[in-house]
């Protein structure tokens, strides 16, 4: 699978967000493309590209199967839409995932399960480590685990599509689970019960905060789809009134 360029990851980013969060107004115009590309919610970080740009990106995703356009009966507006379905062999539950990878760039599991849901319900912490674990899986890996934040023990998983996409993504970051345990392992030396007792009640601490981490999303992915409904249920009246 050939490498992506960063801006090409954000149009796709945003196309399969918009395929999947707002279905009656997709596929999308250039404009409402250059749009969803520079909103500033659910981005990390916000950019801001032009039509020029835009057209390029979806040259370039057009030539590497991800994106084709699509002319309607009657209309004169060009539109775009994705094929990364098709193209990777991905259904909606990766899609949202990989997409919420490309706009925001590396999250833990809690944060991808509360984000992505906006996208795709994600019933369970479990239905999440699944997908990943399909999308890590074989030559052609599109997500990897990297290393938690500062402060945190919660690993992290970035996508694969465009490495450089995020460059805060450090080289020391990039450290796989296995690595993370080996380096992690206790000495022959039986622990002090005092460092053992301080490890659990840090361990304690650090999964609470996950949790309710985990929970802070899930609500403001629910408060978005209810603003999506509200917005969708306003634009019915208007066209019947």
Known sequence: MANLLPDECRVLGTLIEKALTTPGQYPLSLNSLVTGVNQKSNRDPVVEIDEERALRAIDGLRAKGLARDVTFTGSRVEKYRHTAGESLELRPPALAILAELLLRGPQTIGELRGRASRMHPLDSLEVVEAVLATLADGEHAMVREIGPLSGS???????????SLHPQVSHAAMVTRATSTSTMQPSHAAPHRGDASHFDQQGAAQQSHDAI???????????TRVEQLESTVSQLQSLLT
């Not at 929970?215 to 403001?220: C, D, G, N, S």
Request: aromatic share 4%; net charge positive.
């Open 213 to 223: 981490e985990a929970l802070r999303h899930e609500v403001a992915a629910l408060r």
């Open 153 to 163: 023990r919660a690993m992290r998983w970035m996508q694969l599509l465009c490495e």
